[in-house]
């Protein structure tokens, strides 16, 4: 995972963005890239955050530029990073109309552990704002549930692009 050095809450999509993520992939190559649905609301109807979707759309964007040489000429030609066209798909969580999903049973208490890390973010939320607990169980619980599927306590939906 990398983190790109852009500040939290202002995120907007564009060309810098864009390159920023192409060059990531163009260095690290990989074949699946998972970001945030770039929809404007979560499968479930919660408005989404303006970051969470120009991150979204950039990541799949940037999917297919990473593997053009005619687009961020530069990131060839002053840094070295040939194209990568080896992905095979940008999973996008928690979208509309989604076409996979993993079973995520038995590792609730990593997920609630990773949302609860984010203080600063917890710590601004309105007080009738579901606390990390309750939103990550009721998500993850709440799609499982929907997807009928026995044995399958907790899910997480993605969209596949590509």
């Known amino acids: 995972m990398e983190f790109l050095d852009y500040d939290d809450g202002v995120v907007v999509y564009g060309t810098d963005l864009r390159r920023d993520i192409a060059r990531v992939i163009r260095h690290r190559r990989p074949q699946v890239i998972v970001t945030l649905t770039h929809d404007e609301s979560f499968a479930g109807g919660m408005t989404n955050q ?14 297919r530029d990473a593997a053009n040489r005619w687009i961020f000429r530069e990131l060839l030609e002053q840094e070295g990073l040939e194209p990568w066209g080896g992905i095979t798909a940008v999973l996008s969580s928690a979208a509309n109309g989604p076409t996979h999903y993993v079973d995520v049973t038995g590792h609730l208490e990593p997920a609630i552990a990773s949302l609860e890390a984010h203080h600063l973010y917890n710590t601004n939320l309105p007080d009738d704002f579901p606390k990390p607990r309750d939103l990550v169980t009721g998500i993850l619980t709440g799609t499982a549930a929907a997807l ?15």
């Open 148 to 162: 009928g599927i026995e044995g399958v306590e907790h899910a997480l939906t993605f969209r596949r692009y590509l």
């Open 50 to 63: 303006a970051d969470h979707r120009a991150v979204g759309l950039a990541a799949i964007d940037a999917a």
